[in-house]
């Protein structure tokens, strides 16, 4: 089916018609016909738009780890008002004066949000892990869930601390199974996701960062969950063949080897001087519909799933998978998602430019 893109930027017109539709739309009964799932939502302590819940279970044989992420291609259909907002927009932008979210907050806030006690439509990525975290299996099928609670990370990490709490147990073994699937990629020559020794944080494209207020253990819970399922779901689509939205990632010819580059990552003591050496020798991270892999994380493939709320690349996915699990066609062609993935680039690209 023909995309066609929008102009750069939506309308106050169409937004107000796409605000109209979202609080039009209803969560239909069929919904609920599907296998309700267990879990529970960590955010900062005044997200509204949750798109992600987790569940761990240990077994015999290591952990079975669940991400369950709100389905919003249920609701926001190819072609309709509210697809094209979406697609004008292309992710939701936090500012210091407030969010300028990609869908309507109708959607984005409520009828889309795993919002505590409410039951939301999702789509569930059930990962089995063996006891060195590394992935044995994964299962991608529709779900529903009421989310059992909605957490800050800051009280995970007192919950942690109390052992009578009703989800101590639950939240900390989510917090040892983040700890080794983190050790396990670092084992792997992971580059992305992790502190360098004077503290600076360097993110999944090995760009460097500075961590704003105080860190908390369960940021690390999330970053490892939400990791382990978008890399599960592009083995899945690889391992399939199927054409998807992959966030690809390279090394440019001048950089040294991947040992080197951890070393420096190791030994560097100046945030500059580590932010200049790795832009220098690293590319920016880009989506295609042709598999590339992902150097910082040191990952054959890689895609963004987990927050379909807010980012348009994880939408599209989403209808690309659920159009596989219902056998259905695919919902794009190739010159469709590369047409798709330059725009989204341009967009970010006039991001980063505005002053």
């Known amino acids: 089916m023909a995309t066609s893109l929008p102009s750069a930027n939506s309308s106050s017109k169409a937004w107000a018609a796409a605000s109209t539709e979202a609080e039009a739309l209803t969560l239909p009964d069929t919904l609920w016909q599907r296998p309700q799932v267990e879990g529970v939502t960590i955010d900062g302590p005044t997200s509204r738009d949750l798109d992600d819940a987790i569940h761990l279970e240990a077994t015999a044989t290591g952990a079975i780890a669940s991400v369950h992420i709100a389905d919003v291609s249920e609701l926001v259909t190819v072609g309709s008002t509210l697809d094209k907002v ?35 439509p999702t789509m569930t990525i059930r990962v089995t892990l063996n006891h060195q975290a590394e992935i044995q299996t994964t299962d991608i099928f529709e779900s529903w869930i009421v989310s059992a609670k909605r957490f800050s990370y800051e009280q995970v990490d007192q ?22 699937l983190n050790q396990e990629r670092r084992s792997q020559g992971a580059i992305g996701g992790r502190f360098n020794a004077a503290g600076f944080w360097v993110d999944e494209n090995g760009a460097v960062m500075v961590p704003e207020g105080k860190l908390f253990h369960a940021q690390m819970i999330i970053q490892e969950f939400m990791i382990l399922a978008n890399r599960a779901v592009a083995h899945w689509f690889a391992e399939r063949d199927v054409l998807a939205l992959y966030r690809n990632h390279t090394a440019r010819t001048i950089a040294p080897e991947r040992e080197q580059i951890m070393q420096a990552l190791l030994t560097t003591g100046s945030m500059e001087l580590i932010r200049q050496k790795l832009q220098n020798w690293l590319n920016k991270a880009e989506y295609g519909p042709t598999l590339v892999g992902h150097f910082a994380l040191n990952l054959t493939a890689y895609c963004h799933f987990t927050s379909p709320i807010r980012r348009l690349a994880d939408l599209l996915n989403h209808r690309i998978v659920k159009a596989l699990i219902r056998e259905q066609p695919h919902p794009y062609r190739k010159f469709e998602l590369e047409q798709l993935c330059q725009y989204i680039a341009t967009m970010m690209q006039e991001d980063e430019e505005e002053p």
């Open 86 to 120: 979406a697609l004008s927009r292309t992710r939701t932008r936090y500012l210091s004066r407030g969010n300028v979210p990609m869908l309507p907050p109708a959607l984005s806030e409520d009828k889309l949000s795993l919002l505590g006690g409410q039951p939301r």
């Open 159 to 180: 919950v942690c601390q109390q052992p009578t709490h009703p989800f101590y147990e639950q939240l900390q073994q989510c917090q040892s199974w983040a700890e080794r």
